[in-house]
Protein backbone atom coordinates (compact mmCIF):
# COMPACT_ATOMS: atom_id res chain seq x y z
CA UNK A 1 0.00 0.00 0.00
CA UNK A 2 1.27 3.41 -0.97
CA UNK A 3 1.73 6.31 1.75
CA UNK A 4 -0.58 8.45 0.17
CA UNK A 5 -3.20 5.87 0.14
CA UNK A 6 -2.68 5.19 3.62
CA UNK A 7 -3.22 8.74 4.17
CA UNK A 8 -7.08 8.47 2.72
CA UNK A 9 -7.45 5.69 4.80
CA UNK A 10 -6.81 7.56 8.05
CA UNK A 11 -9.37 6.10 10.98
CA UNK A 12 -9.90 3.06 8.35
CA UNK A 13 -6.36 1.89 7.97
CA UNK A 14 -6.88 -1.40 10.09
CA UNK A 15 -9.64 -1.90 8.22
CA UNK A 16 -9.99 -4.43 5.66
CA UNK A 17 -12.30 -2.29 3.27
CA UNK A 18 -11.65 -0.39 0.42
CA UNK A 19 -11.95 3.38 0.36
CA UNK A 20 -14.32 3.06 -2.46
CA UNK A 21 -16.77 0.98 -0.50
CA UNK A 22 -16.67 3.05 2.39
CA UNK A 23 -17.92 6.06 0.26
CA UNK A 24 -20.62 4.43 -0.91
CA UNK A 25 -21.49 3.25 2.53
CA UNK A 26 -21.15 6.83 3.94
CA UNK A 27 -23.69 8.33 0.67
CA UNK A 28 -25.74 5.65 1.50
CA UNK A 29 -25.97 6.43 5.18
CA UNK A 30 -26.41 9.84 4.53
CA UNK A 31 -29.17 9.51 2.02
CA UNK A 32 -30.69 7.18 4.74
CA UNK A 33 -30.35 10.37 7.42
CA UNK A 34 -31.92 12.87 4.64
CA UNK A 35 -35.25 10.44 3.99
CA UNK A 36 -35.51 9.85 8.01
CA UNK A 37 -35.32 14.01 8.04
CA UNK A 38 -37.67 14.47 5.54
CA UNK A 39 -40.35 12.01 6.92
CA UNK A 40 -40.16 13.57 10.33
CA UNK A 41 -40.61 17.05 8.65
CA UNK A 42 -43.65 16.16 6.75
CA UNK A 43 -45.43 14.36 9.66
CA UNK A 44 -44.51 17.14 12.40
CA UNK A 45 -46.87 18.12 14.50
CA UNK A 46 -49.86 17.10 17.01
CA UNK A 47 -53.23 15.13 16.25
CA UNK A 48 -55.94 16.58 18.41
CA UNK A 49 -58.80 14.54 18.08
CA UNK A 50 -62.92 15.26 18.79
CA UNK A 51 -64.97 12.75 20.71
CA UNK A 52 -68.52 14.01 20.88
CA UNK A 53 -69.67 11.58 23.53
CA UNK A 54 -72.91 11.03 21.69
CA UNK A 55 -72.71 13.85 19.40
CA UNK A 56 -71.96 14.44 15.49
CA UNK A 57 -68.88 13.68 14.43
CA UNK A 58 -65.90 16.32 14.85
CA UNK A 59 -63.16 16.37 12.09
CA UNK A 60 -59.97 16.23 14.23
CA UNK A 61 -56.64 18.63 13.15
CA UNK A 62 -53.26 18.26 13.34
CA UNK A 63 -51.46 21.52 15.33
CA UNK A 64 -48.04 22.14 16.16
CA UNK A 65 -47.00 22.81 19.25
CA UNK A 66 -48.06 25.78 20.83
CA UNK A 67 -50.62 26.67 18.18
CA UNK A 68 -54.49 27.43 19.09
CA UNK A 69 -56.87 24.92 17.98
CA UNK A 70 -58.59 26.15 14.55
CA UNK A 71 -62.52 26.85 15.13
CA UNK A 72 -64.67 23.19 14.76
CA UNK A 73 -68.22 23.39 14.22
CA UNK A 74 -69.86 22.44 17.57
CA UNK A 75 -71.22 19.14 17.41
CA UNK A 76 -75.26 18.41 18.15
CA UNK A 77 -76.64 16.02 20.09
CA UNK A 78 -80.58 14.99 20.58
CA UNK A 79 -81.43 15.99 23.98
CA UNK A 80 -78.49 18.10 25.09
CA UNK A 81 -76.64 21.49 24.82
CA UNK A 82 -73.28 21.45 23.66
CA UNK A 83 -71.49 22.86 26.76
CA UNK A 84 -68.25 22.95 25.33
CA UNK A 85 -64.44 20.86 24.96
CA UNK A 86 -62.93 19.04 28.25
CA UNK A 87 -59.58 17.47 28.05
CA UNK A 88 -61.17 14.89 30.35
CA UNK A 89 -63.95 12.45 29.68
CA UNK A 90 -65.62 13.39 32.67
CA UNK A 91 -65.81 16.84 31.16
CA UNK A 92 -64.09 18.13 34.37
CA UNK A 93 -61.10 20.31 32.61
CA UNK A 94 -62.31 22.87 30.31
CA UNK A 95 -60.24 23.67 26.94
CA UNK A 96 -60.10 27.77 26.35
CA UNK A 97 -60.65 27.33 22.53
CA UNK A 98 -59.00 30.65 22.29
CA UNK A 99 -56.20 30.56 25.02
CA UNK A 100 -55.04 27.29 25.38
CA UNK A 101 -52.50 25.85 23.23
CA UNK A 102 -51.55 22.56 21.56
CA UNK A 103 -48.27 20.87 22.95
CA UNK A 104 -48.81 16.95 22.94
CA UNK A 105 -51.53 14.75 20.84
CA UNK A 106 -54.43 14.90 22.92
CA UNK A 107 -58.57 13.70 22.39
CA UNK A 108 -60.76 16.36 23.41
CA UNK A 109 -64.33 15.71 24.57
CA UNK A 110 -67.62 17.41 24.31
CA UNK A 111 -69.20 18.49 27.40
CA UNK A 112 -73.17 17.91 27.10
CA UNK A 113 -75.96 19.81 29.53
CA UNK A 114 -79.78 18.75 29.83
CA UNK A 115 -81.93 21.65 28.37
Same mark, same amino acid.
Given at each position: ???????? +?? %??? +? @???? *???????????? *? /? /??????????? +????????? /???????????????????????? +???????? =???????? *?? =??????? @???? %??????????
Amino acid at each position: MEDSERQL +RG %LYD +R @VNIS *VSTLNKIIIGLC *V /L /LIACMAFAVSN +RGYQVSFDS /LGGTVVESQKRMYGELLEEVEEPS +REGYVFDG =WYRDPGTT *VP =WNMDGDT @VTES %LTLYAGWKKP
